[in-house]
């Protein structure tokens, strides 16, 4: 009864090839968000969905898309993988975003780019 | 410009010796202060939320206290089991964006 899941957990794949990470919460809540940590450890928002609507989009490249299908989903493509994109990609949700609420997080996609 | 600061940046400490982690910000319109625990290969688990200073906020070992300028995480007799990264994160006005230090690395020797 994982509350915050991500698939895969470890990636693997050449630079200039094109993956996508997926994410799925069962708590209904209504915020869902992507975070990218690297090797340091620092961990920075990417992208914010409030029920399928882009609600915070940091700097990011354009190669990083998201999706959201249902407020329950959230997935992560990125085109074009350069070396730079390895890092740690969590996923995490919270009730909304007027709401003072901890996010939850999955436990991670490890990306590693060759 | 919105700032998270967390010192130190590693602590090591025998098992049974008291510590506090320090989290210091400097945001606009604070509406929240967490405190996670991130164990290696796995995601930030919340411990605590603190929404005004002079708040506090106890589970187990742990008791979060939280001023206009800084909280600190009391770790009163620690165990080797409370080895992990401890991660500060606020939230400010009314963006819902939350800024992330970059962690205390906590190793408790048994």
């Known amino acids: 009864d994982t509350a915050v899941s991500q698939t895969p957990k470890y990636l693997v794949t050449q630079m200039g090839n094109d993956k996508s990470i997926k994410c799925e919460q069962n708590?209904?809540?209504?915020?869902m968000y992507w975070y990218k940590q690297d090797s340091k450890k620092f961990l920075k928002i990417m992208f914010s969905y409030n029920n399928k609507e882009l609600i915070i989009n940091e700097t990011v490249p354009n190669r990083f898309s998201p999706k959201s299908p249902d407020k329950a989903h959230l997935n992560l493509h990125i085109n074009s993988l350069e070396l730079g994109d390895s890092a740690v990609y969590f996923c995490?949700?919270?009730?909304?975003?007027?709401?003072?609420?901890?996010?939850?997080f999955g436990d991670g996609t490890r990306l590693s780019i060759l | 410009e919105d700032q998270v600061t967390q010192s130190p940046e590693a602590l090591r400490l025998q098992e049974g010796e008291s510590s506090s982690l320090n989290c210091s910000y400097t945001v606009s319109g604070l509406r929240g202060l967490f405190w996670y625990r991130q164990d290696p290969g796995k995601g930030p688990e919340f411990l605590f939320t603190l929404y005004s200073a002079g708040e506090e906020k106890e589970k187990e070992r742990l008791k979060a206290t939280l001023t206009k300028k800084e909280s600190f995480l009391h770790i009163t007799a620690p165990k080797p089991e409370d080895s992990a990264t401890y991660l500060c994160?606020?939230?400010?006005?009314?963006?819902?964006?939350?800024?992330f230090g970059k962690g205390t690395r906590l190793h408790i020797l048994p």
């Open positions: 995490a949700s919270s009730p909304g975003v007027t709401s003072n609420q901890p996010q939850h």
């Open positions: 708590l209904g809540h209504d915020t």
């Open positions: 994160a606020v939230q400010k006005g009314r963006d819902d964006k939350i800024i």
